[in-house]
């Protein structure tokens, strides 16, 4: 569709990896990418697990171009599902 993705994963075991040859590892404190690189971050359940969340929104913000979009997505405890009756 004409997009370059680029994923990536903190060790060489992750199921990601393992799946998806394309996944390149780095060691979760410094994005491998040069400044204002990409135009679109997108992660999925990761926030919850980053133990110093400043320093990944800045390393973030680092890498994403100046008018670029980063779309996190994550689980809380309002997304529970609720039967209603």
């Given at each position: ?74 689980l ?10």
């Amino acid at each position: 569709m004409g997009y370059q993705v680029t994923s990536i994963d903190l060790n060489e075991k992750s199921d990601y990896k393992q799946n998806y040859s394309r996944v390149i590892t780095y060691d979760g404190k410094k994005i491998p990418f040069s400044d204002s690189t990409f135009d679109l971050i997108f992660s999925s359940h990761v926030l919850e697990h980053v133990k110093d969340v400043e320093k990944f929104q800045y390393e973030i913000s680092r890498v994403l171009k100046k008018n670029g979009f980063a779309l996190h997505l994550s689980l809380i405890h309002i997304w529970r599902c609720r039967r209603r009756g």
